[in-house]
T-cell receptor, first 115, second 113 residues
Framework: AQSVSQHNHHVILSEAASLELGCNYSYGGTVNLFWYVQYPGQHLQLLLKYFSGDPLVKGIKGFEAEFIKSKFSFNLRKPSVQWSDTAEYFCAAGATSSNTGKLIFGQGTTLQVKP | KAGVTQTPRYLIKTRGQQVTLSCSPISGHRSVSWYQQTPGQGLQFLFEYFSETQRNKGNFPGRFSGRQFSNSRSEMNVSTLELGDSALYLC????????????FGPGTRLTVT
């Protein structure tokens, strides 16, 4: 069965700390991978995406993620978090072989950054 | 470019009623996907429409249905509402749904009493 799992449900960090959020996926074929962020009171926004090529992808607001095929992982990282990064983060996967517009989401990780 | 818009933003309905939610995609986007977001189940895929055709459906009962119009606008309908249908319903649009990145609207918060 297709699934996406996020390791941490709730993360609390102080400003300037480094961030790494884990994401693992289980899919029958090749996948496109995404990280979305939902700031308080706002809608889901795309942080970054991986389709193919360089496994290290850079997104908006200083975020990056690394695709490791052998580990079925797509972890999100940021060297130094800010209070404004407080939000819920979702990892998502979609099959590259289908034309169905279906994304499978992880359960989400709530990040709280203390000033 | 205007983003994805959803109407209404908030809705309160009674058990047994039906409801219709609307989604207008980003101009030029032909694929519209719908998701249900709840604290317990997270984000779950409902269905996707492309060129007025439903191409895929998630694991939801037949009470959940949708359609897409020739201008790519989409509606979803839930009949015979149950308390468990209370959720945030999100619409997302993409160029053609081929797992291109999806852009999400603000959602419709449905409360069933």
């Amino acid at each position: 069965a297709q699934s996406v799992s996020q390791h941490n449900h709730h993360v609390i960090l102080s400003e300037a700390a480094s961030l790494e959020l884990g994401c693992n996926y289980s899919y029958g074929g090749t996948v496109n991978l995404f990280w979305y962020v939902q700031y308080p009171g706002q809608h889901l926004q795309l942080l970054l995406k991986y389709f193919s090529g360089d496994p290290l992808v850079k997104g908006i607001k200083g975020f990056e993620a690394e695709f490791i095929k052998s580990k079925f992982s797509f972890n999100l990282r940021k060297p130094s978090v800010q209070w404004s990064d407080t939000a819920e983060y979702f990892c998502a996967a979609g099959a590259t072989s289908s034309n169905t517009g279906k994304l499978i989401f992880g359960q989400g990780t709530t990040l709280q950054v203390k000033p | 470019k205007a983003g994805v818009t959803q109407t209404p933003r908030y809705l309160i309905k009674t058990r047994g009623q039906q409801v219709t939610l609307s989604c207008s995609p980003i101009s030029g986007h032909r694929s519209v996907s719908w998701y249900q977001q709840t604290p317990g189940q997270g984000l779950q895929f409902l269905f996707e429409y492309f060129s007025e055709t439903q191409r895929n459906k998630g694991n939801f009962p037949g009470r959940f249905s949708g359609r897409q119009f020739s201008n790519s606008r989409s509606e979803m309908n839930v009949s015979t509402l149950e308390l468990g249908d209370s959720a945030l319903y999100l619409c997302a649009s993409s160029l053609n749904g081929q797992t291109y990145e999806q852009y999400f609207g603000p959602g419709t918060r449905l409360t069933v009493t």
